[in-house]
């Protein structure tokens, strides 16, 4: 592996390389490829996407009881917390008595941050991360080597599910920052030779600018965009605007809800399909999109639960899971704060995985009617405009909801008015709704647009109403 790095690295036109963001890729593909245990791990996901229930039932019941041991022995928080509640590894003979822990909030993580760090581990030696913040501050969460080559080999996997090879170049959208200095000369974009990524910011992602990005794509041959659906649909739509399509092997999204208006015209401009994928940083769960196009939850990065919760619309399901590579910094029963919506859906691909119709996206993301009624996905209400470019919710107070959206060339009046129509009667009450027409919509501090921002109090939402029903599996 290592002679790859190097045999790539001497490939390089040293001349015209960008030192900064090259020097951070590799980085990123020395530890990501070469330093964790990437390579085993990639050989393990190839044969076991195709074991049997059975097979992915004993594998998951096998690494609870080694995390859960890990914990007990060598985990402050988790070793005093199952004193307290009288349970112990030995109590748990099948994954269903997982049931007997506490669900574990975000809250908890937040305020004893150390405590969830295994006593076996160097400080020194973790790699360091956070949440994107989107709720408040963010937490700080810590990973192995394990874990970061565990993750990597089923993103790598994913990747191929969409018939991608490795080394490809490809474009990223996911809220990259370009130095000034390339600003200011016109190239909104950087490129990591060790990567092959050309890291595009979304924020100077403008119609007039658009084709000075078509043309670098073309010079550089790439293949694949990954990045969040937002930039990536605002940019196919700005080549809509002039008529451009440019051909690629696949489009990977990731990190917020990817409405079906927005892979269809994904689609159309790059003449290809669309793969969405989820994670975040707890890396408690991951679902991914097949060949077919069918959401899968991956049974060997985590156990999967999911609770049924009052506000949520039928059948849809919050989301709870237990991370089942990182030893470091244990998260077991950690509440997402994500909904999916379940389904019965056997996919032709074969793979013994459970199936999610939707990814819902974050449960905090609703508005509160002056009834007390929560109003949640906004998906279908958007789903008939075709001239928004974006789109976001704010609600300053009850009575009042602000919709703000980019629109396109195209936009009309009555545009607007058929959204504002659907929101009412979406949400049947006596709440005022007004148009709010944007250059942009501001992002948070990893690039990502919040689809709902509310000023309106969410204290006591969801927490005893909840019941668990753990995702049925298919044997």
Known sequence: MMDEVVNKMKTVDWKNIELGITVNGLRNVLVKRVISPFRRFRRLLEKSQWWSGDQLLAYQTEKITELLWT????????????????????????????????????????????????????????YKCRTAGTTGEPLYLFRDLNNIGFEYACLRRQAQWAGLQDGTTYVSLKGE?????????????SFS???????????????????????????????YVDGYPSPVFKLAKFMQSRDIQFPLKAVLTTAEPLGLYQKKVIEETFLCNVYDYYGMAERVAAIHMCEHSNYHVVPEYSFV??????????????????????????LIRYRTGDAVKASDTTCPCKRAYPVVESIGGRISDYIITP???????????????????????????????????????????????????????????????????????????????????????????????????LLRRKR
């Open 71 to 126: 914990a007990y022995r060598h985990v402050p928080y988790y070793r005093g917390m199952m004193q307290v509640y009288g349970v112990s590894p030995k109590k748990i003979t099948s994954i269903n008595d997982i049931k007997n822990l506490p669900i574990l909030e975000k809250h908890v993580v937040k305020q004893n941050t150390f405590q969830f760090l295994s006593e076996t581990m160097m400080y020194p030696t973790l």
């Open 177 to 189: 920052v370009v130095a000034p200095k390339k600003i200011k000369s016109g190239k909104y974009w």
């Open 371 to 469: 009834g007390g009624k929560y109003v949640w996905m906004f998906d279908h209400i958007f789903q008939g405009s075709k001239n928004l470019i974006q789109a976001q919710l704010y609600q300053p107070d009850l009575e009042h909801v602000v919709v703000r959206i980019v629109p396109d060339k195209y936009y009309k009046q009555s545009d607007g008015k058929k959204i504002v129509e659907q929101l009412q009667q979406g949400c049947d009450e006596k709440i005022s709704f007004r148009i709010e027409c944007l250059n942009s919509i501001p992002v948070n501090d990893r690039g990502k647009v919040q689809s709902v921002i509310s000023d309106v109090s969410k204290e006591g939402f969801g927490s005893d109403q909840n019941k668990t029903e």
């Open 305 to 330: 639960e999911l609770l049924e919760n009052s506000a949520l619309p039928e059948n849809y399901y919050e989301l709870v899971g237990t991370g089942l590579s990182n030893y470091a910094m244990p």
């Open 193 to 223: 030779f060790a990567e092959k990524k050309l890291a595009v910011s979304s924020i100077y992602l403008t119609e007039q600018n658009v084709h000075k990005l078509i043309e670098e794509m073309k010079r550089r041959e790439v293949q």
